[in-house]
Nanobody
Framework: QVQLVESGGGLVQAGGSLRLSCAAS????????MGWFRRAPGKEREFAAA????????YYADSVKGRFTILRDNAKNTVYQEMNSLKPEDTDVYYC???????????????WGQGTQVTVSS
């Protein structure tokens, strides 16, 4: 079992930046691939970014590619998502996720955080 706690959400103007953090506890962090998802009200949760256990491989949804960067620090049991050039359509609740493989974490993660709200004003 792994517990995930997100932080770093908030209100930002369009064109601005935010850095989300997700702290993991409970199991060996480097055993897991990690990811970020997001969900707008009334919509399905959608994949945003994923990173392998070593950090050597990353994957992004087309909607965030070139603007978002996923990073991890295994010494701190933390995964980050740096978000730049934010747009009003990036307004969502952002969720951290964990899975045993990067394929799993991009599709059906085994573990979820509680989410953090990001609001981008125009």
């Amino acid at each position: 079992q792994v517990q995930l706690v997100e932080s770093g959400g908030g209100l930002v103007q369009a064109g601005g930046s935010l850095r989300l953090s997700c702290a993991a506890s409970g199991r060996t962090f480097s055993d897991y691939a990690m990811g970020w998802f997001r969900r707008a009200p009334g919509k399905e949760r959608e994949f945003a970014a994923a990173i392998s256990w070593s950090g050597g491989s990353t994957y992004y949804a087309d909607s965030v590619k070139g603007r978002f960067t996923i990073l991890r620090d295994n010494a701190k049991n933390t995964v980050y998502q740096e978000m730049n050039s934010l747009k009003p359509e990036d307004t969502d609740v952002y969720y951290c996720a964990a899975g045993y493989t990067i394929l799993e974490v991009t599709a059906t993660p085994g573990y979820w955080g509680q989410g953090t709200q990001v609001t981008v004003s125009s």
